[in-house]
């Protein structure tokens, strides 16, 4: 049988047990639980001895601390293969099996030929199980947690998944194990703090690498679509069976003592086995209230279960009984499928990771409030290094945490320096790794550059062209006539070549997602924002639609120190002011008022009106806004950093006012819309340690991190008149 079989009773002390880690009692208990294990298996060859058996994956039901014990027990017993990128290894390599998917696409399968029949049945008129209609209404869910496990699980991330090397899930991956054992000692019932508790308690014996706690969620969705096929198996026989035991009921039930002998005739094959309990359950239902002196049958029922050592109502209420654990199961399948796919398994992989516990307590900003891409990203680049050396995960971990602390300041300060920064190649030394070929040869296309990109461009062009005229030649043709065609054809084969070259460095090479903090609680004061929008204003009408925007981008970005500012010039005019100057200016202070008592914020004003005076131009040789809108961001940088002397002009009798501590400024066009949190992802990207400008000596140039960043910019779809574009 492949039912899961409890692991011995928990000792007297739990608290001690659970101290003791990988003692010899955890190991020796699950040690004795895989040999019963293994003797309760048919004794039909290595690749089906785990599938030959569909008895539901059940077992004794363990309270909190008793799955605690068994995660323990399991993960002292467990041994890996070699190959497999565990570091704690048997001696002999893991056995070649039926990769789970096949297994996974042969279980949809079986799901939906017992759908369609219960189906049938129902259509039929004939009575089928509470399970089978838990099966029945529920299929859709089955059906697509089986295609989102077929997606999640590509071959490439099945091989690096470490696989046993002994026991009956031998040649399987080591997390499936961990998984089935769970589902099996909670009746297929996942519970998110269960999950945690049992997780965290394996991983104090034998830390779990990163691709395994993430393969928890695809491994519960196996075992559970495993345990639904074996239920459905039964749903199927047990179908049969009943459909069997009604055609005897119909013909023999009130047979008054004739054609007895038609009858034996008829059991006959039931005869010299004993009787299967659905069949001879749904017998006894039939026959119930039957007078046996008129129907035969009730007497040979009784004696045939008689010599079995039961009886009819025995049969009835073991029935009874297994129906409803059957229905418990599949109603806690269903209620975990369900609940598989709302879980946020990003959530559950951090709390339980052993990495991401060194990370936390590494040196640098703050690991937990970056976002969870450049979490990702760092726990990416730890799987590579531990992959291309003999270091563990959590080895790699502590060595980039000891390297930041060594650093003390600035960006080597930060872990992510060593892993995903230009400190990658110190780590590297430190943990002798070997480079992969895929690796080497994205590097090299880094390193190649214009000139790099430019010569393969030429090399592509010549190469291609030197086998054409190779060919053309040996057909007899004249020198001048090759000279000619190699001029005519070097546009287009170049054209050609570019796009060759093109296709294979965007293949080779991906876009880098830069790193950054989440800020999810908003923009912090040390980061406070000006979202600068520098606009032309022309009449109240335009004024309008300019406040609107402004509020829009309020309502898109993230709340907390982000302030926006109208920095405004007039039209060009032939005197310095106009007669509609004092009423646009006006209005528009008006409007930038509303919005403050609209939105109002403890940082000080949110919205800001800066409106410049008109200087004469030679060049122009009119009255207009100095340079325009890059004088417009030049003055708002200086009056920033202090300035008193640009041309903003003084608002409700106040100088220009803008507020104290911008860190950042964000400049907007005036048909530009913000998508939602943009100005939170662009502050965090900023504000992350590695994207933080580092200057020369002189203080000058950039030469490390990020002074300015361009978002995409797309077109939007026109609304009306209006084209737009968008900042993502």
Same mark, same amino acid.
């Given at each position: 049988?492949?039912?899961?079989?409890?692991?011995?009773?928990?000792?007297?002390?739990?608290?001690?047990?659970?101290?003791?880690?990988?003692?010899?009692?955890?190991?020796?208990?699950?040690?004795?639980?895989?040999?019963?294990?293994?003797?309760?298996?048919?004794?039909?060859?290595?690749?089906?001895?785990?599938?030959?058996?569909?008895?539901?994956?059940?077992?004794?039901?363990?309270?909190a601390e008793r799955l605690e014990h068994h995660a323990e027990g399991l993960a002292a017993a467990q041994m890996i293969g070699t190959g497999h990128g565990g570091k704690a290894v048997a001696a002999q390599p893991a056995r070649r099996v039926q990769?789970?998917?096949?297994?996974?696409?042969?279980?949809?399968?079986?799901?939906?030929?017992?759908?369609?029949?219960?189906?049938?049945?129902?259509?039929?008129?004939?009575?089928?199980?509470?399970?089978?209609?838990?099966?029945l209404d529920n299929y859709h869910l089955v059906e697509q947690q089986t295609h989102q496990t077929d997606t999640d699980l590509p071959p490439g991330y099945y091989r690096t998944l470490p696989k046993l090397s002994d026991g009956p899930f031998a040649g399987y991956p080591r997390v499936f194990e961990i998984a089935w054992a769970y589902v099996a000692h909670t009746d297929s019932l996942v519970e998110t703090a269960t999950l945690r508790r049992f997780l965290a308690a394996y991983q104090r014996v034998q830390p779990l690498l990163i691709g395994e706690l993430w393969a928890v969620a695809i491994s519960l969705r196996i075992v559970l679509v495993e345990n639904t096929r074996r239920i459905s198996e039964q749903i199927i026989e047990g179908q049969r069976l009943r459909r069997a035991a009604d055609a005897i009921a119909?013909?023999?039930?009130?047979?008054?003592?004739?054609?007895?002998?038609?009858?034996?005739?008829?059991?006959?094959?039931?005869?010299?086995?004993?009787?299967?309990?659905?069949?001879?359950?749904?017998?006894?239902?039939?026959?119930?209230?039957?007078?046996?002196?008129?129907?035969?049958?009730?007497?040979?029922?009784?004696?045939?279960?008689?010599?079995?050592?039961?009886?009819?109502?025995?049969?009835?209420?073991?029935?009874?009984?297994?129906?409803?654990?059957?229905?418990?199961?599949?109603?806690?399948?269903i209620t975990s499928l369900r609940l598989v796919s709302e879980i946020d398994w990003a959530e559950v992989f951090e709390a339980v990771s052993l990495v991401d516990e060194r990370l936390q307590s590494g040196g640098g900003a703050v690991y937990s409030e970056m976002d969870f891409p450049t979490r990702n990203s760092y726990r990416t680049a730890i799987e590579g290094f531990a992959r291309g050396s003999r270091q563990s995960e959590i080895a790699v971990a502590d060595l980039a945490n000891a390297l930041a602390r060594a650093a003390k300041t600035g960006a080597e300060a930060e872990?992510?320096?060593?892993?995903?920064?230009?400190?990658?190649?110190?780590?590297?030394?430190?943990?002798?790794?070997?480079?992969?070929?895929?690796?080497?040869?994205?590097?090299?296309?880094?390193?190649?550059?214009?000139?790099?990109?430019?010569?393969?461009?030429?090399?592509?062009?010549?190469?291609?062209?030197?086998?054409?005229?190779?060919?053309?030649?040996g057909a007899g043709?004249?020198?001048?006539?090759?000279?000619?065609?190699?001029?005519?054809?070097?546009?287009?084969?170049?054209?050609?070549a570019t796009a060759c070259v093109n296709l294979a460095v965007t293949r080779?090479?991906?876009?880098?997602?830069?790193? +950054?903090? $989440?800020? /999810?609680? %908003?923009?912090?004061?040390? #980061?406070?924002? !000006?979202?600068?929008?520098?606009?032309?204003?022309?009449?109240?009408?335009?004024?309008?639609?300019?406040?609107?925007?402004?509020?829009?981008?309020?309502?898109?970005?993230?709340?907390?120190?982000?302030?926006?500012?109208?920095?405004?010039?007039?039209?060009?005019?032939?005197?310095?002011?106009?007669?509609?100057?004092?009423?646009?200016?006006?209005?528009?202070?008006?409007?930038?008022?509303?919005?403050?008592?609209?939105?109002?914020?403890?940082?000080?004003?949110?919205?800001?009106?800066?409106?410049?005076?008109?200087?004469?131009?030679?060049?122009?040789?009119?009255?207009? +806004?100095? $340079?325009? /809108?890059? %004088?417009?961001?030049?003055? #708002?940088?200086? !009056?920033?950093?202090?300035?008193?002397?640009?041309?903003?002009?003084?608002?409700?009798?106040?100088p220009p006012e803008v507020p104290a501590g911008v860190r950042y400024v964000i400049t907007l066009d005036a048909d530009t819309r913000l998508h939602r949190d943009t100005v939170r992802r662009l502050i965090g990207k900023m504000a992350h340690p590695l994207n933080r400008p580092r200057f020369d000596a002189g203080g000058t140039r950039v030469v490390g991190g990020h002074a300015i960043l361009q978002p995409r910019v797309t077109p939007a779809l026109p609304l009306g008149h209006e084209g737009l574009s968008t900042a993502e």
């Amino acid at each position: 049988m492949t039912r899961i079989r409890p692991v011995s009773h928990a000792p007297d002390d739990p608290k001690s047990a659970r101290r003791s880690g990988a003692g010899t009692a955890p190991r020796a208990s699950f040690r004795a639980w895989q040999q019963r294990f293994l003797s309760a298996l048919p004794q039909s060859g290595a690749r089906s001895r785990l599938w030959s058996d569909l008895t539901p994956i059940r077992a004794e039901l363990f309270g909190a601390e008793r799955l605690e014990h068994h995660a323990e027990g399991l993960a002292a017993a467990q041994m890996i293969g070699t190959g497999h990128g565990g570091k704690a290894v048997a001696a002999q390599p893991a056995r070649r099996v039926q990769p789970l998917i096949r297994r996974l696409r042969n279980n949809a399968a079986c799901i939906l030929d017992a759908y369609h029949q219960s189906a049938a049945a129902l259509d039929a008129g004939r009575r089928v199980s509470p399970a089978a209609e838990w099966l029945l209404d529920n299929y859709h869910l089955v059906e697509q947690q089986t295609h989102q496990t077929d997606t999640d699980l590509p071959p490439g991330y099945y091989r690096t998944l470490p696989k046993l090397s002994d026991g009956p899930f031998a040649g399987y991956p080591r997390v499936f194990e961990i998984a089935w054992a769970y589902v099996a000692h909670t009746d297929s019932l996942v519970e998110t703090a269960t999950l945690r508790r049992f997780l965290a308690a394996y991983q104090r014996v034998q830390p779990l690498l990163i691709g395994e706690l993430w393969a928890v969620a695809i491994s519960l969705r196996i075992v559970l679509v495993e345990n639904t096929r074996r239920i459905s198996e039964q749903i199927i026989e047990g179908q049969r069976l009943r459909r069997a035991a009604d055609a005897i009921a119909d013909r023999f039930i009130g047979l008054h003592g004739q054609d007895v002998l038609e009858m034996q005739l008829a059991l006959a094959a039931y005869e010299g086995a004993p009787l299967s309990e659905i069949w001879a359950a749904e017998l006894a239902r039939r026959l119930r209230g039957s007078d046996p002196a008129e129907t035969p049958l009730c007497g040979w029922l009784e004696d045939r279960l008689r010599q079995q050592g039961t009886s009819s109502d025995a049969v009835v209420a073991l029935g009874m009984q297994r129906q409803g654990a059957t229905n418990v199961t599949m109603r806690n399948i269903i209620t975990s499928l369900r609940l598989v796919s709302e879980i946020d398994w990003a959530e559950v992989f951090e709390a339980v990771s052993l990495v991401d516990e060194r990370l936390q307590s590494g040196g640098g900003a703050v690991y937990s409030e970056m976002d969870f891409p450049t979490r990702n990203s760092y726990r990416t680049a730890i799987e590579g290094f531990a992959r291309g050396s003999r270091q563990s995960e959590i080895a790699v971990a502590d060595l980039a945490n000891a390297l930041a602390r060594a650093a003390k300041t600035g960006a080597e300060a930060e872990p992510g320096y060593y892993l995903i920064g230009e400190g990658r190649s110190a780590l590297q030394q430190r943990i002798d790794f070997r480079t992969p070929w895929q690796l080497g040869l994205r590097r090299a296309m880094h390193g190649l550059g214009i000139g790099g990109y430019v010569g393969l461009i030429v090399a592509t062009t010549l190469a291609v062209l030197a086998l054409a005229l190779w060919g053309i030649s040996g057909a007899g043709a004249a020198s001048g006539v090759l000279a000619l065609l190699a001029f005519l054809g070097s546009v287009p084969v170049s054209a050609a070549a570019t796009a060759c070259v093109n296709l294979a460095v965007t293949r080779a090479v991906g876009p880098a997602v830069l790193p +950054g903090m $989440e800020l /999810k609680h %908003g923009i912090p004061p040390h #980061l406070r924002t !000006l979202v600068a929008v520098p606009v032309l204003l022309t009449d109240t009408e335009d004024l309008a639609v300019q406040i609107e925007r402004l509020e829009v981008h309020h309502l898109a970005s993230a709340s907390g120190a982000v302030h926006y500012a109208l920095v405004s010039d007039g039209p060009d005019a032939a005197t310095e002011t106009t007669a509609s100057d004092a009423e646009l200016i006006a209005a528009a202070e008006a409007a930038i008022a509303a919005l403050n008592a609209a939105y109002p914020s403890e940082d000080g004003a949110r919205f800001l009106l800066l409106h410049r005076r008109r200087r004469y131009s030679q060049t122009m040789r009119c009255w207009m +806004g100095w $340079e325009r /809108k890059r %004088g417009k961001l030049h003055e #708002l940088n200086r !009056l920033l950093r202090g300035a008193t002397d640009t041309s903003f002009l003084p608002i409700g009798g106040r100088p220009p006012e803008v507020p104290a501590g911008v860190r950042y400024v964000i400049t907007l066009d005036a048909d530009t819309r913000l998508h939602r949190d943009t100005v939170r992802r662009l502050i965090g990207k900023m504000a992350h340690p590695l994207n933080r400008p580092r200057f020369d000596a002189g203080g000058t140039r950039v030469v490390g991190g990020h002074a300015i960043l361009q978002p995409r910019v797309t077109p939007a779809l026109p609304l009306g008149h209006e084209g737009l574009s968008t900042a993502e």
